[in-house]
């Protein structure tokens, strides 16, 4: 089942975000240790508007347990969710400079979807893809014609994926000193 995130996901959903922060090696997560990110992570999700705040995300359910989630909003939002950052009043200390997504990731004019992951113990199952599927129904709804994400180039299983849903590459990015590929959809 997809549902719409609220405030009481937030905990498991850090941990899946901390997930692909690790993997994009930002400073947030070189610099501290995991237990002050995730519940940096966790706040971010609750207060202040940021880029991962709850009314951004889907959840996929299985048994009622949040098996993983897909994050998308506007691309013309983009800079001011990431500005709202400066909005929350983290309970913790932490070592950052700026923001955690400072780049511009989205292009104007698309609904982005900025992450989506599932948990290992669930992977296999089509998750995935029925996120993005359901993505591009709620992008048609809110009167979008394109949706967009980025791959990491060297990420070979989710260009696939991408592929096969009818993501076509369309230009070349560097995030946080990786390099992507800027992949759209139109709807």
């Known amino acids: 089942m997809i549902r ?6 937030a905990k498991k959903l850090s941990e899946l ?13 070189v610099n501290n240790d995991k237990d002050t990110v995730l519940k940096v992570i966790e ?4 207060e202040g508007n940021y880029r991962n705040h709850f009314k951004h995300i889907h959840i996929f359910e299985v048994e009622g347990e949040l098996a993983g989630f897909i994050n998308c909003y506007a691309g013309d939002d983009e800079l001011q969710l990431e500005k709202n950052w400066h909005d929350i009043q983290f309970d913790q200390s ?6 955690p997504l400072s780049e511009q990731e989205a292009e104007s004019g698309d609904l982005y979807i900025e992450s989506i992951a599932v948990f290992s113990k669930f992977r296999g ?3 995935a893809s029925k996120l993005i599927d359901y993505t591009f129904d709620h992008a048609k709804s809110l009167g979008f014609n394109q949706v967009s ?12 994926l991408y592929q096969k849903l009818g993501f076509e590459p369309s230009h070349d990015k560097v995030l946080s000193g990786h390099d992507y590929k800027y992949m759209v959809k139109a709807v």
């Open 17 to 29: 975000m901390y997930i692909i922060w690790h993997d994009m090696e930002l400073p947030i997560v």
């Open 43 to 46: 706040q971010s999700m609750v």
């Open 94 to 99: 932490f070592i950052l400079e700026g923001t």
């Open 4 to 9: 719409p995130a609220q405030k009481h996901d």
């Open 125 to 127: 199952r089509g998750i």
């Open 149 to 160: 994400l980025n791959c990491e180039v060297d990420n070979e299983g989710a260009m696939k």
